[in-house]
């Protein structure tokens, strides 16, 4: 038996980084990807590959605490609608 259909995993907090298109340029971004010269990444993004992300992650764990980041994440389409889905859960 899988030990996460078993048991689910307890998570105080978690950063999700749900977009890493971003319209700021701040000085003190974390994002390696914003760096010079940082390769492309072609993962998908969107509300639909971020509302199956969560629901995954909620199959396996028991998150307290969610943190959506990203570049902006308020420029990902729907935000509201994973912030309720989250809540929800």
Same mark, same amino acid.
């Given at each position: +038996?899988?030990? !996460?259909?078993? #048991?689910?995993? @307890?998570? =105080?907090?978690?950063?999700?980084?749900?977009?890493?298109?971003? =319209?700021?340029?701040? &000085?003190?971004?974390?994002? #390696?990807?914003?760096? %010079?010269?940082?390769?492309?990444?072609? %993962?998908?993004?969107?509300?639909?590959?971020a509302? @199956? /992300?969560?629901? @995954?992650? !909620?199959?396996? &764990? #028991?998150?307290? #605490?969610? /943190? $959506? /980041?990203?570049? %902006?994440?308020?420029?990902?389409?729907?935000?509201?609608?994973l912030?309720? $889905?989250?809540? +929800?859960?």
């Amino acid at each position: +038996m899988d030990l !996460f259909k078993k #048991h689910k995993i @307890q998570l =105080n907090y978690l950063l999700y980084e749900v977009s890493r298109r971003c =319209n700021l340029a701040c &000085s003190y971004c974390y994002n #390696h990807w914003k760096r %010079e010269g940082a390769e492309e990444e072609n %993962e998908p993004e969107g509300y639909e590959p971020a509302l @199956q /992300t969560l629901k @995954q992650l !909620f199959k396996t &764990s #028991h998150p307290g #605490h969610i /943190t $959506f /980041t990203g570049g %902006e994440p308020i420029l990902l389409e729907r935000l509201p609608e994973l912030a309720l $889905f989250c809540r +929800m859960k």
